[in-house]
């Protein structure tokens, strides 16, 4: 044994393992082929080694989810392939352990009083007790029990409510998730007969209203109060629906107390394609006054029905019977009271059905547990058609047509309880050493601890078990894709890649692929050469990287080398990696202001001439430990002519060049124009005092745009180095210049077949300047600052293609007088996140893979010459490239599948690296392993990138066709492989998947996608830009927002306020809550907030006094306003640009702003709600299997 890894003390290159190198990883891992005890394998380190010598136990950490890798000649680990733990749901059996089995009584979750309503079912076996007589069919075509995988997530953790079987009727679940956010006592429910729904997800049926005690008006005779807070209670077509118990009682008004918005937010759900059309949306009528007149309509709020799943939506005005072919399975369910029928049940009604025979809460394989999609009658109860509207007491025997039913949104898969569940089961380390392993969601909190594979930070993959054939892919319709953030922002506790240098000798490759070393490699003939995982050569090792294998196989100085243990790691780079065979320079800054008339009439010029020294410069990258920084910086200025500043350190005063001649622009100095801060600093404080002064009357309003950008990038070429322009910009680019554009804005485009026309580039003059500048290592950033149309399709190319970014101040105003600080804030913190962060210059990336896949498709923000290389002027922390990885042969399940994403770069300092992060994952030949092993949040933000993409190209309608359709292959797939078999009522989502038609709706909600009417041509354009290169951490929340309460905040805690799910059904009149999504931050305020809340934050004595155009809080001393500030300040934090606060009042002309962003709502420009989209992909699946 090598002492190195007897004394746990030791640490560093050379004396034992390194504090921070990655443990011996598991068995399995990176294994040679020999059989016998395994050459690729090191006994396990003494405990109290470091970070990166994690001990890693025998069955691996526990926040793994996958199973552990198994090589030739090791013994599979215990739950590998036999009984064990499985990544996304229970062990299976054959055909999954029925849930129905696997709920002993003693794991019941306390329920309240039974609903006397005929004899319980037995639970146990997943009877149901006997039906009463004469009932045979009982449910239609409807998603009977909507089977949604439960399962245990990730970490194992079983969520609440799971255990209880479905055999009770009555039964109620406790509160779980987002549902306690429901004031006073529990309203009745209203699925048309009097027992509560059958819960969707948790195996256990709650009533719909989300309470554990009966509601008040079951069978009292009186009407039950009104459960509203004062104010006209919210539509309820997005809750819990009421429904009259059938006891003779009217049910109560739901709700929070708030009417419903005029953008819909609330309506019941339209019918989605399934067989009807959608219900007419009205504005609602108060609630509580018994039942409407039948005259009104189907309207959001009141007692009409919601479409249903399966049937045609009845009509109040035309009474038609539903069309021949629904209800196909006969008696099904004949009718039942229209939901929020105010009155009780006629008597002399034919007695109530009994419990369907389908499969509620039965653990399918796969782990799917049952949700109850339509209300299910329970013996005893009964039932009757008739129409919404009908008063009590109404002949409703004849023949009615059947009414529909509609889905609890309560009861579908939410968001925020997979985050909060994998929250809990999967923060802390996260250790990489198990090849296969699934990351904890983009929303955990952990901590990274590298033992081979990247941290998930810098690369995730859609799937982590590949098929090992074509077919499946092609079967199952989820496309191989990785999210590639190579400079990724780490958490406190991580480290960053070490650098590595090998000197003249260069990185160590393999001979054929040209891949760099790293663990997966395999040292043969007692390691004078190494075999390449990837494409399976042997090479020679250089006699100075030498050295001898321990009995395991593996080299001596395994763990004190990063490249032969960790996942993520650079190479000082030599001079073949350099251009022309040179070591290159330390890279410019060059800033470009505008000084037309807008720009300083908003005060943009004042304010950033003003700041820039202070606050800007002094913060510009260096090494770490470097004194000072060694970029370089330059001043232009522009109007229709450019103004180049000499800033030398030896001038006592700058000097200004004016360059009039746009059409053939060239650079006036040389000497001089680039400067090092230090150098320089005196003349550029004179400088940058004197540019207001000089423009301060300016009456210039028309500006050039490509020649500003050309004159950077000669500039940059002739100091012969790389760089980046800082452009700041305020309006369309029309003076008489190359690059001249023209307004062609027409919002009426947008949403149409033509809309492609306004989104791509007006020509292609900045797609060439954007290409010129990738090949010159030139990066630019625009800053715009526009007052109307300004064609960022048409100037954002250059940003696109060089790894740039844009952002955007519409109507910006620096200062107002009377409000303060309006914009010059949060451009100036964008301004310092962006020259602050991480970056790397002239950069190439190739992405490699293991024999029998290949990469094949890229996306995001960068130029590619070839068909393997992405080429970016400049790369930094917030920006993503997606790869889609392809079969070329058959994969083999023993080897697994590797990718090594290697990124050639020129640092801060001037240094070439190559920064390489590699990534392993398992094959397999089941269906069931892929769904089992995939990173929804990551599916999401590739298809978000290809439907961005596709957009420039196809119209509208096919792209949300394409998302559409993607969805439901996806899930129909699932359901005919992998799912056990039930009826056709049923819809059975994976549960690693469950959200897809959640987020897929999100998506084609998206402004990205879809703009709205309020979305203008330029938005459109900066969207698709942001979407193109987002990674999944900021992809996740712009698609999904995040909603958070204030007016309940704990002032002790530090930790944020628990998230809600985007309804406007969720938030109350007498609450405060903070909505963000990267990009637009809202405090929404109800019109009923409690008046000691708003004066403690806003000062003021209620909510109609709170100034709503200010942009930022009032600085008060009170534990209550600093904690709220907190929370701001935290959140713009995390986020990747600082985002503006819009203050909204409940009823304001703003709020329509804010409901845009309630995802799970309809929305204001005809898009589905969250109900609906999951009707409609219910059907297309349904449509696929037939």
């Not at 953790?157 to 079987?165: E, K, L, S, T, Y």
Request: aromatic fraction near 6%; include cysteine; charged fraction near 15%.
């Amino acid at each position: 044994m090598n002492p190195q890894f007897m004394d746990p003390g030791q640490g560093g290159y050379g004396q034992g393992p390194p504090h921070g190198y990655g443990g011996p990883p598991q068995q399995g891992y990176g294994m040679p082929p020999q059989g016998g005890p395994s050459m690729g394998q090191r006994p396990p380190g003494p405990p109290g080694q470091g970070m990166y010598n994690g001990n890693v136990s025998q069955h691996g950490p526990s926040g793994h989810l996958g199973p552990p890798a198994s090589k030739a000649g090791m013994p599979p680990q215990p739950g590998y392939g036999s009984p064990g733990p499985v990544q996304n749901g229970p062990g299976l059996g054959p055909q999954g352990d029925q849930f129905s089995q696997r709920a002993s009584p003693m794991h019941r979750p306390p329920g309240p009083s039974q609903f006397q309503a005929g004899p319980p079912g037995q639970h146990g076996t997943g009877q149901r007790g006997p039906p009463p007589s004469g009932v045979i069919n009982q449910l239609p075509n409807q998603m009977a029990s909507m089977n949604i995988g439960g399962g245990p997530p990730r970490g194992g953790m079983q969520p609440p409510g799971m255990q209880q079987p479905l055999g009770s009727p009555g039964q109620r679940p406790p509160m779980q998730g987002a549902q306690q956010h429901q004031m006073g006592p529990p309203p009745p429910t209203s699925m048309g007969m009097g027992a509560p729904p059958t819960s969707m997800g948790m195996g256990a049926p709650p009533s719909s209203m989300g309470m554990g005690a009966p509601p008040t008006s079951m069978g009292m005779g009186a009407p039950p109060t009104s459960m509203g807070m004062g104010a006209p209670p919210t539509s309820m077509g997005m809750g819990a629906p009421p429904t009259s118990m059938g006891m003779g009682a009217p049910p109560t008004s739901m709700g929070m107390g708030a009417p419903p918005t005029s953008m819909g937010m609330g309506a019941p759900p339209t019918s989605m394609g399934m067989g009807a059309p959608p219900t007419s949306m009205g504005h609602p009528p108060p609630m509580g006054m018994g039942a409407p007149p039948s005259s009104m309509g189907n309207q959001p709020g009141m007692g009409a029905p919601p479409t249903s799943y399966g049937m045609p939506p009845s009509s109040m005005q035309n009474q038609m019977p539903p069309p021949p072919g629904h209800n196909a399975m006969g008696g099904g369910m004949s009718g039942g009271p229209p939901m929020g029928m105010s009155g009780p049940p006629p008597r002399g009604m034919p007695s109530g059905q009994g419990p369907p025979m389908g499969q509620y809460g039965q653990q399918g394989a796969m782990g799917q547990s049952g949700y109850a999609g339509a209300p299910v009658p329970h013996p005893g109860m009964h039932q009757q058609p008739g129409y919404p509207g009908q008063h009590p007491g109404m002949n409703m025997g004849m023949s009615q047509p059947q009414q529909p039913r509609r889905l609890d949104p309560d009861q579908m898969p939410s968001p925020i309880q997979v985050i909060t569940d994998d929250q809990k089961a999967n923060s802390g380390v996260f250790q990489t050493a198990q090849r296969g392993t699934v990351p904890p969601l983009v929303t955990t909190e952990f901590v990274t601890q590298d033992q081979g594979n990247a941290n998930p930070r810098f690369i995730r993959s859609v799937m982590y078990n590949i098929p090992c054939t074509n077919d499946m892919i092609k079967q199952c319709h989820i496309p191989i894709a990785l999210t590639i953030s190579p400079f990724a922002r780490l958490q406190p506790g991580e480290l960053p890649p070490p650098l590595v240098d090998l000197g003249e000798m260069g990185p160590v490759r393999c001979k054929r692929c040209k891949a760099y070393m790293c663990p997966y490699m395999q040292y043969i003939e007692g390691g004078r050469r190494f075999q390449c995982v990837f494409c399976g050569a042997a090479t020679d090792v250089p006699p100075e990287y030498f050295a001898h294998l321990d009995h395991t196989g593996r080299r001596v100085d395994c763990y004190d080398r990063p490249e032969l243990c960790l996942g993520s790691y650079e190479m000082v780079a030599t001079k073949e990696y350099c251009k022309n065979g040179v070591f290159p320079k330390p890279p410019a800054y060059i800033f470009m202001l505008d000084v037309s008339y807008n720009s300083v009439k908003s005060g943009l010029v004042e304010l950033l001439c003003s700041r820039l020294k202070n606050d800007i410069l002094v913060n510009l990258p260096k090494e770490t430990g470097a004194a000072e920084s060694e970029i370089r910086v330059g001043f232009v200025t522009y109007d229709k002519v450019l103004h180049f500043y000499n800033v030398k350190g030896a001038l006592a005063q700058p000097q200004m060049l004016v360059v009039s001649d746009v059409n053939d622009v060239f650079l006036p100095l040389l000497d001089g124009f680039l400067v090092k801060l230090s150098e320089s600093e005196a003349v550029i404080d004179t400088l940058l005092a004197q540019i207001p002064q000089l423009f301060a009357d300016t009456r210039e309003t028309e500006i050039c745009l490509g020649p500003v950008i050309q004159a950077g990038l000669d500039a940059l070429k002739a100091a012969d180095c790389a760089g980046k322009l800082f452009v700041f910009h305020t309006s369309l680019p029309i003076a008489e210049a190359p690059g001249k554009l023209r307004n062609r804005d027409d919002r009426k485009l947008l949403g149409t077949d033509k809309e492609k026309t306004i989104l791509a580039p007006h020509d292609n003059f900045y797609t060439k300047l954007g290409v010129d500048c990738v090949s010159a290592g030139c990066g630019v950033d625009l800053f715009l600052f526009p007052n109307s149309y300004i064609d960022v399709a048409s100037i954002g190319e250059v940003c696109r293609l060089t790894g740039g970014q844009v952002y955007m101040y519409k109507y910006f105003q620096c200062e107002d007088p009377k409000l303060g600080d309006l914009d010059g804030e949060r451009f100036m913190s964008d301004l310092k996140n962006n020259i602050n962060r991480p970056v790397g210059f002239d950069a190439i990336m190739r992405v490699r893979t293991s024999t029998g896949i290949r990469p094949v498709d890229f996306w995001g923000n960068f130029y590619m010459s070839n068909t393997t290389d992405v080429e970016l002027a400049t790369v930094d922390t917030d920006k993503a490239i997606s790869v889609e990885i392809k079969h070329d042969d058959k994969l083999n399940e023993e080897e697994g599948a590797y990718v090594q994403v290697a990124l050639l770069y020129t640092s801060i300092n001037g240094q070439r690296r190559l920064r390489i992060h590699n990534l392993s994952m398992n094959c397999c030949t089941q269906l069931a392993d892929v769904f089992r092993s995939c990173e929804l949040d990551t599916l999401i933000s590739v298809l978000s990138k290809k439907a961005v993409k596709d957009a420039l190209s196809v119209p509208p309608a096919e792209v949300r066709e394409k998302l559409i359709n993607s969805c439901a292959q996806i899930l129909a797939c699932y359901r005919k492989n992998c799912a056990s078999p039930s009826s056709a009522g049923q819809l059975i989502l994976p549960e690693c998947m469950k959200l897809l038609p959640c987020y897929a709706n999100c998506l084609i909600k998206s402004d990205a996608v879809q703009a709205g009417g309020d979305v203008s041509t330029d938005d459109r354009s900066y969207m698709m830009h942001l979407v193109s290169s987002m990674p999944v951490s900021a992809s996740h929340v712009f698609f999904y927002p995040r909603l958070m309460p204030l007016h309940d905040l704990d002032v002790d805690s530090t930790s944020m306020p628990p998230l809600v799910r985007c309804s406007a059904e969720r938030l109350k009149d007498t609450g405060v809550y903070i909505l963000e999504n990267g990009l637009s931050m809202f405090m929404w305020i109800g019109m009923n907030a409690n008046p000691d809340w708003i004066h403690k934050v806003f000062g003021v004595q209620s909510a109609a006094q709170v100034d709503i155009d200010k942009g930022q809080l009032l600085e008060l001393d009170n534990p209550m306003s600093i904690r709220v500030r907190g929370i701001i300040a935290k959140i713009n934090q995390e986020r990747h640009r600082n985002m503006k606060l819009t203050v909204v009042r409940q009823r304001d002309k703003l709020e329509p702003w804010f409901m845009h962003y309630m995802v799970e709502d309809k929305g204001s420009n005809g898009t589905s709600s969250y109900v609906d989209f999951l009707c409609h992909i219910h059907k297309e699946i349904r449509n696929l299997l037939s």
